[in-house]
């Protein structure tokens, strides 16, 4: 099947860093990718859905300004946590879609002290 | 290598009992989660096992087996509502999530 990657898997930083999270089509072109954010034992809030050569778009409540996206190319796309601080302490995910069907990556975990 | 099987479709009846079971092959176990996800809609969270036995949440359930490497979501009392996909996930000692392909749930009246 379809495999998607997440680099790093684990990052830890100081408040006011910036972090990028990069998500991997690896053997197949992803004209959209989500991004997502878990909370412990919760649901994944759809951040974000972004478009190949295109503004992403935002879920409401998501500030674009500080999550920044980028889809550069049908294999990758990247999400920069801008200014962090120990509330956006958290995990996220990103999935691409495929032939109709949405496969995940395995997560990046964002420890912000 | 890390492996998460699951069926890809199953079909049921509506008001009848179906089981979903997920395998498992991880390296480490921080938990396993059950999703459920419609079409065009963001995963929704079902369920959180990390020690043995059953969990039961209404008509809902899931159960895990650490050393068997399995676990499976017992849906009750099925509704029309309930068609969607079941997407079992373990989080393995990095903390990773390991994702299945889904299970596609067909409800039929």
């Known amino acids: 099947g379809a495999v998607v990657s997440q680099h790093p898997s684990w990052v830890i930083c100081k408040s006011g860093t910036s972090v990028k999270i990069e998500c991997r089509s690896l053997?197949?072109?992803?004209?959209?990718m989500f991004w997502y954010r878990q909370f412990p034992k919760q649901s994944l809030m759809l951040m974000a859905t972004?478009?190949?050569?295109?503004?992403?778009?935002?879920e409401q409540g998501v500030e674009k300004d500080k999550f920044l996206i980028n889809h550069a190319s049908l294999t990758l796309s990247t999400l920069t946590v801008t200014s962090a601080h120990p509330e956006d302490s958290s995990f996220y995910i990103c999935?691409?879609?495929?032939?109709?069907?949405?496969?995940f990556g395995p997560g990046t975990r964002l420890t912000v002290l | 290598g890390q492996n998460i099987d699951q069926p890809t479709e199953m079909t049921a009846t509506e008001g009848a009992i179906v089981q979903i079971n997920c395998t498992y092959q991880?390296?480490?176990?921080?938990?396993l989660f059950w999703y459920q996800q419609h079409a065009g809609e963001a995963p929704t969270f079902l369920s959180y096992?990390?020690l043995d036995g059953l969990e039961e949440k209404g008509r809902f359930s899931s159960f895990l087996s650490r050393s068997k490497g399995y676990s499976y979501l017992l849906l009750k009392e099925l509704q029309m509502k309930d068609s969607a996909s079941y997407l079992c996930?373990?989080?393995?000692?990095?903390?990773?999530?390991?994702w299945g392909a889904g299970t596609k749930l067909i409800i039929k009246p």
């Open positions: 996930a373990v989080m393995d000692s990095n903390y990773q999530l390991i």
């Open positions: 991880t390296s480490g176990f921080n938990g």
């Open positions: 972004s478009n190949e050569g295109s503004k992403a778009t935002y």
């Open positions: 096992n990390v």
């Open positions: 053997d197949f072109q992803a004209t959209t």
């Open positions: 999935s691409a879609t495929a032939a109709g069907e949405q496969f």
